[in-house]
């Protein structure tokens, strides 16, 4: 079984990650993690990879190449997305991007969703309910890879990422390099710490002209997901 774990930047990729492989080490499997860093690296991992393996495999562009290959009855999708504006604000804050740039960059990258959406046996995964409803995404999740776990066990995970989320080292969707981990029932590796989840940090980050520019720039965005003005 492979996961494809991906979706708008900077929103919560990080956080998934982390809980797909806690929800396999609890049931003490042995599995691969990836993270793509650019389209070659994916379509590289995407051509290399054995659906008959455990792997996690994260990424934020999605390539006709996935798409191709989510078909597969091994591959389970995830998809993240988040309130544009604040995408806006972290691309400019982690990515140390211009505010153009960053706008622009988020364009391209809603433009994917409904391809994304498409895609058979996806589950789509708000930003928001990684704050607000963790313990029942997380048993979601862990449904969605055949895994049914204990309510103490989801409740356990919930309990992880919080310190996870707590740690004071804590690092951005993209900080984190690509590596492969091998992990099974003896031998386990400490998962990355994970950016703080904010929700609305555009209202505190952009100036005033920027925010009036990206409520109305996505205003068609906010009106069809629901994000207050």
């Given at each position: 079984m492979i996961i494809f774990n991906f979706g708008i930047p900077n929103s919560g990729t990080d956080w998934s990650q982390a809980v797909?492989?806690?929800?396999?080490?609890?049931?003490?499997?042995?599995?691969?993690?990836?993270?793509?860093n650019s389209v070659e690296e994916l379509n590289q991992l995407i051509?290399?990879?054995?659906?008959?393996?455990?792997?996690?495999?994260?990424?934020?562009?999605l390539t006709?190449?996935?798409?191709?290959?989510?078909q597969d009855d091994a591959i389970r999708p995830f998809y993240h997305y988040r309130d544009p504006r604040d995408v806006v604000c972290a691309e400019m804050e982690f990515q140390d991007m211009s505010f153009a740039d960053a706008v622009d960059q988020?364009?391209?990258?809603?433009?994917?969703?409904?391809h994304a959406l498409c895609l058979p046996g996806i589950m789509v995964i708000p930003y928001e309910h990684l704050l607000k409803n963790a313990e029942g995404l997380i048993f979601q999740m862990a449904t969605k890879l055949g895994v049914l776990l204990k309510l103490d066990d989801v409740e356990a995970i919930a309990q992880e990422m919080n310190v996870l989320l707590m740690a004071p080292a804590a690092v951005s969707d993209t900080a984190v390099t690509s590596a492969a981990l091998r992990i099974d029932g003896e031998h386990t590796v400490d998962t990355e710490p994970i950016q703080p989840l904010m929700i609305g940090k555009w209202r505190n980050r952009l100036s005033q002209s920027e925010q009036?520019?990206?409520?109305?720039?996505?205003?068609?965005?906010?009106?069809?997901?629901?994000?207050?003005?």
């Open positions: 797909f492989q806690k929800i396999w080490q609890h049931q003490s499997l042995e599995f691969r993690v990836e993270k793509a051509g290399t990879m054995d659906v008959n393996e455990r792997l996690i495999l994260q990424f934020d562009f006709e190449e996935a798409v191709s290959a989510a988020t364009v391209a990258a809603y433009q994917e969703i409904h009036a520019m990206v409520t109305r720039f996505f205003k068609p965005l906010v009106t069809q997901f629901g994000y207050g003005e």
